[in-house]
Nanobody, 120 residues
Framework: QVQLVESGGGLVQAGGSLRLSCAFSGSISSFNVMGWHRQAPGKQRELVAYITRSGSINYTMDGRFTISRDGAKNTMYLQMNSLKPEDTAVYYC????????????????WGQGTQVTVSS
């Protein structure tokens, strides 16, 4: 059974920083892509960034966010700097098998999410 557990969310003032963590457990060897998504109230879930097992990175946001992973700890991180109120959302980590597979239909896994609230 694969489990993903996010942590590190919270309330921060605009301009502040947070580092989210996602700890993986279980049989994850067949999942080669790890990513962060977010869902703001009333909006669709959107991809923030992903990183592959080989270290390739893709960002969909501006340069304020940095994704990284520690293979030895089976943990992925999202460093978020210069946070804005519009970054307020539930942040989810997810696994999928390949870059071409679908996050939602490719047999991947999702965490329960961690709330990030940025006050103005």
């Amino acid at each position: 059974q694969v489990q993903l557990v996010e942590s590190g969310g919270g309330l921060v003032q605009a301009g502040g920083s947070l580092r989210l963590s996602c700890a993986f457990s279980g049989s994850i060897s067949s999942f080669n892509v790890m990513g962060w998504h977010r869902q703001a109230p009333g909006k669709q879930r959107e991809l923030v960034a992903y990183i592959t097992r080989s270290g390739s990175i893709n960002y969909t946001m501006d340069g304020r966010f940095t994704i990284s992973r520690d293979g030895a700890k089976n943990t992925m991180y999202l460093q978020m700097n210069s946070l804005k109120p519009e970054d307020t959302a539930v942040y989810y980590c997810a696994l999928k098998k390949s870059v071409l597979s679908n996050w939602y239909e490719g047999g991947g896994y999702w965490g329960q999410g961690t709330q990030v609230t940025v006050s103005s």
